[in-house]
């Protein structure tokens, strides 16, 4: 029975070279896609390709160990990874189709027989022992397996890239909230500071006060100034836990766990250099979330394929052996033996309106994962451009607000020495110091989005993710 069985097997798989359905073929993008980017023209950015592990750019062992723990123990990187290994698993089940199907089968029992079934003299207890060996393998004619293998490939490359999606997403948000956090805390040193300095000017408006040379009025509205830049402190510090708390839970840790070296940390991160951008065609080959809509634009293509087949015939062959003794006798004697051998065809004919609408479904599945792809290609390109866009006039906002800073501290300082020599008034020099806190404030402000503007620019770029 085997020597007839393999031939069949082996010829069976020689018929398995064609496959209904369309074959998969990448979709066509814009050819200006593939070029530099609007933005590319800023010296704040450079052509060179993004890096691997961009957040090393910063040069902050504190942010590369939160990114480090991140990558480890953030949660929604080990369900995007939990999701992965089901598509793999589901990959191995679908490859498993090209395989004979084997069951084994035993079923041992013990029972007595009746009279009349019993020959005389004959013990009517015994045991009876029942084995057997099936064999199935599906002759992939027309490419069931080999499409439903391709879907299969195509939704565990789909998983991967989303994991790395969510891996890139989760390094973007732990730098985004380390950045929250040390701007927050740099804010309120620049409160704080500010603080001083009217602490400062009130000292010296009460001692003027106290030999006449100025008013009551003036100690108050200077007292007034201090009190509203010592407000902001509180509303800060609450910002700054915030970011903290947010920085624990993408680490996976409790809040209280975070270390506190991080709650330390009060320098914004910022950058000396140019941000590597590359072009269009490398985003495109980079970016997680098109290589993901690309996955399942093959995957539904080739279901197409799976239920094209439905249409033809699906042929198994099949065989089986076994034995039944009863009495405890030689189970593999002749008498007990028995085999069979056949193949099985099932067609669903003539009626077969339901596998057609099945690829109808099938192709509007496809028609709709590639209009997921360009979109996701027009985004990629957007998000990109307008990261680019926001980035450089974060930086051009920042410098101007570094000259206005550097303009209302000379004033602020000149007011004050005219005001020594009684050549101006104290609301000249409260407004000179009401500007100079606007602007410490202001530049602050541009500083955080300034490192906001880059992390935004190097999520839309796709973070130069890789496994390594």
């Not at 409790?254 to 709650?263: E, G, N, S």
């Not at 914004?268 to 979330?289: F, H, M, S, Y």
Request: proline fraction near 4%; charged fraction near 25%.
């Amino acid at each position: 029975m085997i020597k007839t069985l393999l031939p069949l097997l082996l010829g069976a798989s020689a018929l398995t070279a064609c496959a209904a359905g369309p074959d998969y073929k990448a979709p066509a993008t814009p050819a200006t896609a593939a070029g530099a980017f609007i933005g590319a023209a800023s010296p704040a950015v450079s052509t060179a390709q993004v890096d691997d592990h961009w957040w090393r750019l910063y040069s902050d062992p504190v942010l590369d160990g939160l990114v480090q723990d991140a990558l480890k123990a953030n949660s929604d990187i080990r369900v995007a990874v939990a999701r992965l290994e089901k598509a793999r698993a589901q990959l191995r089940g679908a490859r498993s189709d090209k395989l004979p199907q084997t069951t084994l089968s035993g079923s041992p029992s013990y029972g007595r027989a009746s009279a009349a079934q019993s020959l005389p003299g004959a013990d009517r207890e015994n045991w009876t022992v029942d084995a057997g060996l099936n064999v199935a393998y599906e002759v992939d004619l027309f490419g069931r397996v080999k499409r439903s293998i391709e879907a299969a490939k195509g939704d565990a490359n789909a998983a991967s890239a989303d994991a790395d999606a969510v891996r890139v997403a989760v390094v973007a948000d732990t730098v985004r909230a380390y950045v929250d956090a040390t701007s927050s805390a740099e804010r309120i040193a620049v409160a704080r500071q500010t603080v001083a300095l009217l602490d400062k000017s009130i000292r010296i408006t009460n001692a003027r006060f106290e030999v006449g040379r100025s008013d009551r009025l003036d100690v108050i509205r200077v007292t007034a100034l201090r009190d509203q830049q010592a407000a902001q402190i509180p509303s800060l510090t609450a910002d700054r836990d915030s970011a903290l708390f947010r920085l624990a839970t993408l680490t996976g840790r409790a809040p209280q766990d975070l270390p506190a070296t991080i709650r330390e940390q009060e320098r914004t991160p910022d950058l000396n250099q140019p941000i590597p951008v590359g072009d269009g065609r490398a985003l495109l080959a980079r970016r997680p979330d098109v290589r993901a809509a690309e996955q399942r634009l093959a995957a539904d293509t080739a279901r197409i394929g799976v239920a094209t087949a439905d249409l033809y015939p699906r042929i198994t062959l099949g065989g089986s052996i076994g034995t039944t003794a009863v009495g405890g006798g030689d189970i593999f004697g002749g008498g007990p033996f028995r085999w069979l051998l056949g193949p099985l065809i099932n067609w669903a004919f003539p009626n077969q309106e339901a596998n057609r609408a099945r690829i109808a479904a099938a192709r509007a599945d496809a028609d709709g994962s590639l209009a997921s792809f360009d979109g996701t290609v027009l985004r990629a390109l957007e998000e990109t451009e307008t990261a680019l866009s926001v980035y450089a006039h974060a930086l051009e906002r920042r410098d101007t607000l570094k000259a206005a800073r550097e303009a209302a501290d000379r004033a602020a300082r000149i007011s004050l020495a005219r005001q020594r020599e009684g050549q101006i008034d104290f609301l000249t020099v409260l407004d000179a110091q009401r500007t100079l806190a606007a602007a410490e404030s202001d530049l602050a402000t541009a500083n955080r989005a300034v490192a906001f503007a880059q992390v935004d620019l190097f999520k839309a770029l796709g973070g130069g993710w890789t496994n390594s």
